[in-house]
């Protein structure tokens, strides 16, 4: 029997910001791909995954959400991805997750992965841009569904087959800054740390009723007491 407890992160809000990259990348994308302009304030897409927020953009602007057309933009979005992360506003790694990553790294009793509405690639193009992509080993994405509360599944499995142990939710702490994070993680049963640090302040996070909340991560050692570390 497994004592390991599992802690799955979102990335945009929670590890870091990235002074709006991912948007300018979805606008940009599109224009470049459909010819059209994009205005990403019309949707609402905090605590959305990539899959999810591409429907919503074509049929915003009348075009059917057929997988070709959501799979060119995807294709256009990861193109420019990078190019906004190299050359627009710099983002920055958010308080206290520096020195949680790498103490949770260390730590035998601990496995971290990924549940993010990023995809995959796109995942490694911003956490890669910051320094901490190295961290993890697995994790849920925008590939895997366009539906956020589908996606705890996915990264309980893979992280099973990562460490080879099961992990049952009521072991795993899942880290967003969304009410969509709170959400996935009671869907699935799971325990949930809400952080003030994305769009969403800290009582209408508390209005949720995660496990916890946090205006930010830099009290570590709450943080640590919070999962058990
Ligand atoms: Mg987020």
Known sequence: MSKKTLVLWDIDGTLIVSQGAGVRAMERGFTKRFGLPC??????????????????????????DTPANIQAYLEAYLETLPLELA????????????????????????????????????????????????????????DDSPRRNDLGPHA?????????????????WIIGDTPHDIECGKVIGARTIAVATGNY?????????????FADFSDTSAFLRTIGA
Do not use: C, M
């Open 201 to 213: 302040t800290l009582s209408e996070l508390e209005s949720h009723n995660p496990t916890a909340a």
């Open 156 to 172: 309980l499995r893979r992280a099973g087959e990562r460490h080879n142990v099961t992990f049952t939710p009521t072991q795993t």
């Open 39 to 64: 205005d990403l304030r019309k949707i609402d897409w905090a605590g959305r995954t990539d899959s999810w927020i591409t429907s919503e953009v074509l049929r915003h602007n009348g075009l059917p």
């Open 87 to 142: 050359d627009g506003p710099q983002g920055q790694v958010l308080p206290g997750i520096l020195e949680l990553l790498e103490t949770l790294h260390h730590h035998p009793r601990i496995a971290q992965g990924l549940l993010t509405g990023n995809l995959q690639r796109g995942a490694q193009f911003k956490l890669t841009h910051h320094n901490v992509w190295h961290y993890f080993e697995f994790g849920a994405f925008a």
